[in-house]
Each structure stands twice: as C-alpha cells, then as structure tokens.
Nanobody
Framework: QVQLVESGGGLVQAGGSLRLSCSAS????????LGWFRQAPGKERDFVAV????????DYADSVKGRFTISRDNAKNTVYLHMNSLKPEDTAVYFC???????????????WGKGTQVTVSS
C-alpha cells in the first residue's frame, strides 16, 4: 500500500514556473514507477510524465517536452515535477500516481493522490 500526497500547486502567470511535489508513505516506494497526470474541467485525465523506479528513465507527453522535468528522491520518498514556461492550457488538477511498471495510461497505476490545482493566467 502506498499513500500519495501532492503539494506545490497554485496560481501563476503565463511564462512562470512551479514545482510540484508528491510525498509517499508506505512500503516499497523505491520499487514503483511514479507518474504525473493532469485533468482539466470536463476533460479526461491525461498523462504528463513518468519516472522509472530508479530515476534512470523518464517519458513525457509531447505537450510538455522541453518545459517540464520529472525527478525523484527515493531517500525522501518524493517525486517532483518542475514546470517551466507555463501556459494557460497547462491549467488543471495535477495528480501523482504509483505503478509497478512505467506507463502512460491511467490504467497502469495502482495508487493515486488526491491532486493539486495549477492555474496559469494569461
């Protein structure tokens, strides 16, 4: 069982930056791949980024490549999402999730946080 809690969301102007954090508790955090997803009002939950269990591999949605960076610190049981050059279309609730294998699909994840709101004003 893994419990996930996101933080770091907020209101930022277009072109600005935010860093989201997701702290985990429970067993075997370092054995899970960790992903970030986002969901805008009235839309499906979309893949943003994923990092493998040891941080050695990352994947990103095309819409965030070159602007967002995912990283993890297994000693702190925390995964981060560094977001730069934010755009109004990045506005959404951002969720972190844990999976036994890296995946870009929500179906691949076993545990989810409750989300943190990111709002980018134009």
């Amino acid at each position: 069982q893994v419990q996930l809690v996101e933080s770091g969301g907020g209101l930022v102007q277009a072109g600005g930056s935010l860093r989201l954090s997701c702290s985990a508790s429970g067993r075997s955090f370092s054995t899970y791949a960790l992903g970030w997803f986002r969901q805008a009002p009235g839309k499906e939950r979309d893949f943003v980024a994923v990092v493998s269990w040891n941080g050695g591999r990352t994947d990103y949605a095309d819409s965030v490549k070159g602007r967002f960076t995912i990283s993890r610190d297994n000693a702190k049981n925390t995964v981060y999402l560094h977001m730069n050059s934010l755009k109004p279309e990045d506005t959404a609730v951002y969720f972190c999730a844990a999976a036994l294998m890296s995946s870009v699909s929500t179906n691949g994840y076993d545990y989810w946080g409750k989300g943190t709101q990111v709002t980018v004003s134009s």
